[in-house]
């Protein structure tokens, strides 16, 4: 009769919560205790097996948030508009675009000068990374179109996907503990000088997995603590 009664249960952070509730082990059981009103005395209980009969849903309200304008799927939204900041967040669907405008200005260095490397680094603004919120343990990188549609994963040269950790130290320019991305980009802005491939810009996005929720504020080249940074050197011929 209880289950009969019982459709389901929902869990829920509080509207006031800064939190996410993740789902758990399919092996899970769910234990419910409860009593007759006429035998408040005796212990009853039953058991849910979630196994295949639980499901999640991730949703966001950004109404009163910088990302309000963000209406549309593959919608761009620039950091000048957003405190210059840029954001990822697993399972709701937010990437960070970088855009690289004057790689072709490379060529006015001429031929007797080849890329030796080039990087870009990306700080997690301090004070945005929760215990319910933490930041992504790596990110991927994927090329992409100027309508916004994704396109290949970076791969590493042994052919296997390549992933961008998550690295914690010593800010040398605040003097506190911020966490760090670092994006060797020397293959895509080689490839631009060179007109083998479209300067559409790459997307970093955290891998969208169904066990993790995590979050990352990254600083754009304007902010003031956490700015991004590139770095190419180039040697002479």
């Known amino acids: 009769e209880l289950r009969d009664l019982l459709k389901g249960l929902a869990l829920a952070p509080g509207l006031a919560d800064d939190a996410a509730i993740v789902r758990w082990s399919p092996t899970a059981t769910l234990h419910l205790y409860y009593h007759d009103p006429l035998d408040p005395n005796t212990a009853l209980n039953t058991d849910f097996e979630l196994g295949s009969s639980h499901f999640f849903q991730l949703s966001a309200d ?91 994963t970076f791969l590493n040269p042994a052919g296997t996907v390549l992933t961008i950790p998550a690295v914690t130290g010593i800010s040398t ?26 300067n559409d810009g790459l997307v970093l996005s955290p891998e969208a997995t169904l066990a993790t929720v995590g979050r990352a504020v990254l600083g754009s080249p304007g902010h003031p603590d956490s700015p991004l940074k590139i770095s190419a050197y180039y040697t002479r011929r």
């Open 173 to 198: 320019r605040t003097g506190l503990e911020q966490t760090r991305y670092t994006l060797d980009c020397s293959a895509y802005i080689e490839a631009v000088v060179l007109g083998t491939v479209a």
């Open 62 to 152: 950004r109404a009163t948030t910088l990302l309000a304008p963000l209406t549309q799927v593959k919608q761009g939204l620039s950091s000048t508009l957003t405190a210059q900041q840029t954001y990822l967040e697993a399972g709701l669907g937010l990437s960070t675009k970088l855009e690289f405008p004057y790689l072709l200005d490379f060529r006015e260095v001429g031929t007797g000068f080849v890329l030796s490397s080039a990087e870009v680094q990306l700080t997690v603004v301090n004070n945005t990374a929760t215990r319910s919120l933490p930041v992504p343990g790596y990110l991927l990188v994927h090329t992409i179109d100027r309508g916004n549609q994704l396109g290949a």
